[in-house]
C-alpha cells in the first residue's frame, strides 16, 4: 500500500532564502509525482508534475525532482517571498492520488 | 483554462440531514473524484466514476454516501442523514485519462459545516 510521507511538517525562513521540501513514498512504482500548493481554507493548486521517465521539473522559482529508485522526491524553491506561504502537498497516483499531509512554509518578511 | 467549478463554497447542514455538493467537471473529461479533508489531516480519496459507474471506494465511503452523474455536465456526491465527523472540505476532480498518466484537476472544494 503506497504512503506518502513530507518533512519537514512545517518550516518557517526568511524571505530571499533558498528552500527545499522533502517527500518520500514507499512503493517506487509510480507513473507521476505531483506537488501541489494550497492556501488556508483553499483549495489544490497543481504545481509542477513529473512523469517517471524524468527526474526534474522546473516552474519559474520552482523545481521538483524525483529520484523513483530511492523512492523520493524534493521541491526547492528559489529566493522565497512572502507570497509563498501556504501548504505544500507532495501526492502520488496510485489508481487514485495518495496525498501526503505536507509542508506548512511560512515565509518572514 | 478550463477549470473544475465546485458549489457551494460553503454548506452549513443540521447533524442528520442530506447534503448534495455538487461539481462540474472539465468539459473533455471522463474520470471523476471525489476526496476529503479533515480540518489538519490529509487529502483523503472517497471514490472514483467512470462510465457512469463508480471505479473504486474507499472504506471512508460507506452507505452513507452516493455520487451521480445526473446529465452530461455535473457530478454530485450526495451524504445522507450527516453526522458531526462529516464535517470537512471536500473537493472534486476531473481528468481525461487514467489518474496514472495525467494530472487531476482540483475543484476549490466545498466547506462542509455539519451542526
Known amino acids: 500500500k503506497q504512503e506518502v510521507t513530507q518533512i519537514p511538517a512545517a518550516l518557517s525562513v526568511p524571505e530571499g532564502e533558498n528552500l527545499v521540501l522533502n517527500c518520500s513514498f514507499t512503493d517506487s512504482a509510480i507513473y507521476n509525482l505531483q506537488w501541489f500548493r494550497q492556501d488556508p481554507g483553499k483549495g489544490l493548486t497543481s504545481l509542477l508534475l513529473?512523469?517517471?521517465?524524468?527526474r526534474e521539473q522546473t516552474s519559474g522559482r520552482l523545481n521538483a525532482s524525483l529520484d523513483k529508485s530511492s523512492g523520493r522526491s524534493t521541491l526547492y524553491i528559489a529566493a522565497s517571498q512572502p507570497g509563498d506561504s501556504a501548504t505544500y502537498l507532495c501526492?502520488?497516483?496510485?489508481?487514485?492520488?495518495?496525498f501526503g499531509k505536507g509542508t506548512r512554509l511560512h515565509i518572514l518578511p | 483554462e478550463p477549470e473544475v467549478t465546485q458549489t457551494p463554497s460553503h454548506q452549513v447542514t443540521q447533524m442528520g440531514q442530506e447534503v448534495i455538493l455538487r461539481c462540474v467537471p472539465i468539459s473533455n473529461h471522463l474520470y471523476f473524484y471525489w476526496y476529503r479533508q479533515i480540518l489538519g489531516q490529509k487529502v483523503e480519496f472517497l471514490v472514483s466514476?467512470?462510465?457512469?459507474?463508480?471505479?473504486?471506494k474507499s472504506e471512508i465511503f460507506d452507505d452513507q454516501f452516493s455520487v451521480e452523474r445526473p446529465d452530461g455536465s455535473n457530478f454530485t456526491l450526495k451524504i445522507r442523514s450527516t453526522k458531526l465527523e462529516d464535517s470537512a472540505m471536500y473537493f472534486c476532480?476531473?481528468?481525461?485519462?487514467?489518474?496514472?498518466?495525467?494530472?487531476?484537476?482540483f475543484g476549490d472544494g466545498t466547506r462542509l459545516s455539519i451542526l
Open positions: 476532480a476531473s481528468t481525461w485519462d487514467r489518474v496514472a498518466d495525467q494530472p487531476q484537476h
Open positions: 513529473i512523469q517517471s521517465s524524468q
Open positions: 466514476f467512470y462510465n457512469n459507474e463508480i471505479s473504486e
Open positions: 501526492a502520488v497516483p496510485d489508481d487514485k492520488i495518495i
